[in-house]
């Protein structure tokens, strides 16, 4: 077992760290007023290969998990609005193509994808159908060289900024509701297309979209992996996808954790530091212990998954904890900056907020702990 982070590791986080200080914390104020993050900062991460994938003897490879989540933890701290953008790009709309594509669909998606050029994302949920992912009610009708899809998608990151979305929906009413569902990739130029971007307080600067769908032809080529398999399909994404959330998450709580010490340790009342209060000392080193706890099981999830290995009950239990330490250090942050940390455009805001969207993404923490239990009795053979 070996702890430390090698020297390319340590090498690519500096150069990533200093991405950030140049094309993203200068315009982060502006992009937070504008509620919308710029297609050029995708393609800033594009050009020099942070978009979680490489080209490789003409083959699109993935990058490290472990590596994904160091940066996804190290962008959030920042904004965890903006990592979450990044994150579906990579995670819910290239992943998907990676793991399921046909060779052709690869080779003209991937490569702009990767370049920040082309934009994707997910549509799964449905106003019926959170949790229960294969509940969805989108119709998919065969037509000659290809499918008609009806329906609407209720929530999609990225869907007023996307151009093209990977899109769930019942190809076979007949079939069992296991194997009913087939994944489309969808030009959202479409005709029949329409979005509408919701108000929403999480996760800002990135968008959420309510994708409709009307009579929108998609050509036979854009049917994704094997027809019928939607739902496994979407479901071993969300799987891979909580690796890298687990590492947003634990940013989430970074970054609200950093901004809690320093104000606590600027703060005077009573004559003393906030920090010197031995209340608030105590919570300053449970806080710093338990997030180290959640970084570790988030390492240890992107660390199983590059080895190969099976990582469904690591990644929930990565996402389960970072979740909730997130939650719990973000409202803890809050409060150390008073009443200040009410008004509208304080910088604190944000992280009890986006660790609140963070419990949602990937499945909800009742979700992770099914799955964790469901996984702890596979491994005794119980079930
Ligand atoms: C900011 C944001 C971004 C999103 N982005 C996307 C996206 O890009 N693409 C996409 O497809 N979706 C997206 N979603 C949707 C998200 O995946 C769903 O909100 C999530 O799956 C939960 O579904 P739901 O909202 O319908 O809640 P519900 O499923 O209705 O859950 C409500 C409550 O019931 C609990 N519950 C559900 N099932 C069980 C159970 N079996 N046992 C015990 N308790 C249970 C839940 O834990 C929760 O507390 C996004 C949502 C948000 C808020």
Known sequence: MNFAMSD????DLEKFNDLLRGHLEPFLNQWYKKEAIPREFFQRLGQDGWLGFTGKN????????????ILMEKLATISPGVAVAVMVQISLGMVPLF????????????????????????????????????NIGMEAKKVDGGWMLNGTKAYVTNGAISDLALITAISDPSASRNHRL?????????????????????WIPSDLTRLHFDHVFVPDENLV????KGLQQVLATFTQSRIPISGLTLGTAVGAFEAGLERACKREIFGQRIADFQAKSFEIADFSSRIEAARLLALKAGWT????????????????????????????????????????DHPVHKFPMDAWASSLGEGTQDVQKLIIFREIMKKRDII
């Open 225 to 228: 992996g094997k027809p019928g």
């Open 8 to 11: 390319n590791l340590a090498r």
């Open 99 to 134: 793991l399921f594509g046909s060779e052709p669909q690869k080779e003209t998606y991937l490569p702009p994808a990767a370049r920040g050029e082309t934009l994707i994302c997910l549509g799964n949920t449905e106003r019926k159908a959170g949790s229960d992912v294969a």
């Open 182 to 202: 087939s994944m489309f990739l969808v030009d959202l130029t479409s005709t029949g297309v329409s979005r509408k971007q919701l108000k929403k307080r999480v």
């Open 305 to 344: 998954k590059d080895q190969g290995k099976d990582f469904r009950m690591e990644a929930s239990m990565a996402k389960y904890l970072s979740v909730e330490i997130a939650r719990q250090v973000g409202v803890w942050a809050a409060d150390l900056f008073g009443a200040a940390s009410v008004m509208q």
């Open 58 to 69: 003409g083959q699109f490879v993935e990058q490290s998990y472990l590596k994904q989540t």
